[in-house]
């Protein structure tokens, strides 16, 4: 089957690190994604990992995939306001076709509180 | 560059009437994906079009159908509109067939908000 879980809340005090854990089941996902969307505005792409990396750091965001039990995280160090949006995860499952299409976490809204 | 683009930006209908929604893509994308968002579904894939032609669909049922143009834009159609099709609607496009291999050089767009009544 194709599901991708996350927590569905997260708050945390600006300065600290926030981590947005998430879980999938189709163990044939190349890539897995994470995505930041501010209210009115569109997904916007944060990072992805193959999933043959255990880990990836861009800047204040660091990825950490762990395939074996199917957990990806997202760590943000130094947490702003600004980066408090709605947070997904999505991998890429084979479709019909031998396409492939994003599924999707229902996503984990990240409160920074000052 | 300018971004993706959709028109319009919110739209209210009623039961069984159907919709149109546009997607202009960055400049230069030949791909357009669609996408439906609702609070208890999240992001479900409709289809993606590719120089004109649908290369990839997801599990929708027939009323939801798509065409793309020959500059790239596209247009999704949702006819005998229901209440639970009340989402926002997001396209994203990318230079090459997001379906093929990897999702990042795929752009959203801000999406439009359909409410039915």
């Known amino acids: 089957g194709e599901d991708v879980e996350q927590s569905l809340f997260l708050s945390v005090r600006e300065g600290d690190s926030s981590v947005i854990n998430c879980t999938y089941t189709?163990?044939?996902?190349?890539?897995l994604y994470w995505y930041k969307q501010e209210p009115g505005a569109g997904l916007q792409l944060l990072t992805y990992?193959?999933?043959n990396m255990d880990m990836k750091q861009d800047q204040r965001l660091t990825v950490l995939l762990n395939k074996k039990d199917k957990h990806l995280s997202l760590r943000i160090a130094d947490t702003q306001t600004g980066d408090s949006a709605i947070y997904f995860c999505?991998?890429?499952?084979?479709?019909?076709?031998?396409?492939?299409?994003?599924?999707w976490g229902l996503g984990t809204s990240l409160a920074v509180n000052p | 560059k300018a971004g993706v683009t959709q028109t319009p930006r919110y739209l209210i209908k009623t039961r069984g009437q159907q919709v149109t929604l546009s997607c202009s893509p960055i400049?230069?994308?030949?791909?357009v994906s669609w996408y439906q968002q609702t609070p208890g579904q999240g992001l479900q894939f409709l289809f993606e079009y590719f120089s004109e032609t649908q290369r990839n669909k997801g599990n929708f049922p027939g009323r939801f159908s798509g065409r793309q143009f020959s500059n790239s834009r596209s247009e999704m159609n949702v006819s005998t509109l229901e209440l639970g099709d009340s989402a926002l609607y997001l396209c994203?496009?990318?230079?090459?067939?997001?379906?093929?291999?990897?999702?990042?050089?795929?752009?959203f767009g801000p999406g439009t908000r359909l409410t039915v009544l």
């Open positions: 999505a991998e890429s499952h084979y479709n019909a076709g031998n396409n492939r299409k994003l599924i």
């Open positions: 990992i193959f999933s």
């Open positions: 189709d163990s044939s996902s190349t890539y």
């Open positions: 994203a496009s990318s230079p090459r067939l997001a379906g093929g291999v990897n999702y990042n050089e795929q752009f």
């Open positions: 400049s230069g994308h030949r791909s």
